[in-house]
């Protein structure tokens, strides 16, 4: 298993500009979740998913769309880039949400806005 | 409010010592909380997990302990190597919700030679 992959590694953007941070995890788990962290900072959730057409909002959703057409992918998308949103981010998943379940990280993206 | 506080914020030891990485909690209904370990520039790992009934957990020279009474958690590292620097996250699961994770801030740990 690849577990939980993330595209791209490193991105610049400049003010204004759009893109889509691409997750994906081939474990089959219904649970999914966008966390950015800021330097020095906690992990702090953008938006989750319990499910292929099922989102919802986390603490910071600001700024930032989900969706989730499949179980293996849950894309974040940024349309109106602000350095407000220079950050790592991070994708998850678990299981069948259950407390027990492990979560799964990838490796993050790191995003600078200029 | 559910709450995962991190003590201390950053600590440097020198390799071969021991330290001890505190986390208190205020998630109820509690149902289980983990350590993990993340590196520089990668996503976290997880060290272990505890539930209400267990006080101590170990992984290698990483102990975890809790105390569900006054709702702290402790990870001790022993005889602590270079590769051991990074950041430790305690993250405590509530029973209920879909969103039901809490975490905190985080513990940097730095071991030099």
């Known amino acids: 298993n690849a577990g939980v992959t993330q595209t791209p590694k490193f991105r610049i953007l400049k003010i204004g500009q759009s893109m889509t941070l691409q997750c994906a995890q081939d474990?089959?788990?219904?649970?999914m979740y966008w966390y950015r962290q800021d330097p020095g900072m906690g992990l702090k959730l953008i938006y989750y998913?319990?499910?292929?057409?099922?989102?919802d909002k986390g603490e910071v959703p600001n700024g930032y769309n989900v969706s989730r057409s499949t179980t293996e992918d849950f894309p974040l998308r940024l349309e109106l880039a602000a350095p407000s949103q220079t950050s790592v981010y991070f994708c998850?998943?678990?299981?069948?949400?259950?407390?027990?379940?492990?979560?799964?990280f990838g490796p993050g993206t790191r995003l600078l806005v200029l | 409010k559910n709450q995962v506080e991190q003590s201390p914020q950053s600590l440097i030891i020198l390799e071969g010592k021991n330290c001890t990485l505190q986390?208190?909690?205020?998630?109820?209904?509690?149902?289980?909380l983990r350590w993990y370990k993340q590196d520089t520039g990668r996503g976290p790992v997880s060290l272990t997990i505890?539930?209400?009934?267990?006080n101590t957990k170990s992984n290698g020279r990483y102990t975890a302990t809790l105390d569900a009474d006054t709702k702290q958690s402790s990870l001790h590292i022993t005889a602590s190597q270079l590769s051991d620097s990074a950041s430790y996250i305690c993250?405590?699961?509530?029973?209920?919700?879909?969103?039901?994770?809490?975490f905190g801030t985080g513990t940097r740990l730095t071991v030099i030679p």
């Open positions: 998850a998943s678990r299981g069948q949400g259950a407390p027990r379940e492990t979560q799964y």
């Open positions: 474990m089959n788990h219904n649970y």
């Open positions: 998913s319990v499910g292929a057409g099922i989102t």
């Open positions: 986390c208190n909690y205020t998630v109820s209904p509690f149902s289980n």
């Open positions: 505890m539930t209400f009934s267990e």
């Open positions: 993250v405590v699961s509530a029973e209920t919700g879909a969103n039901n994770l809490f």
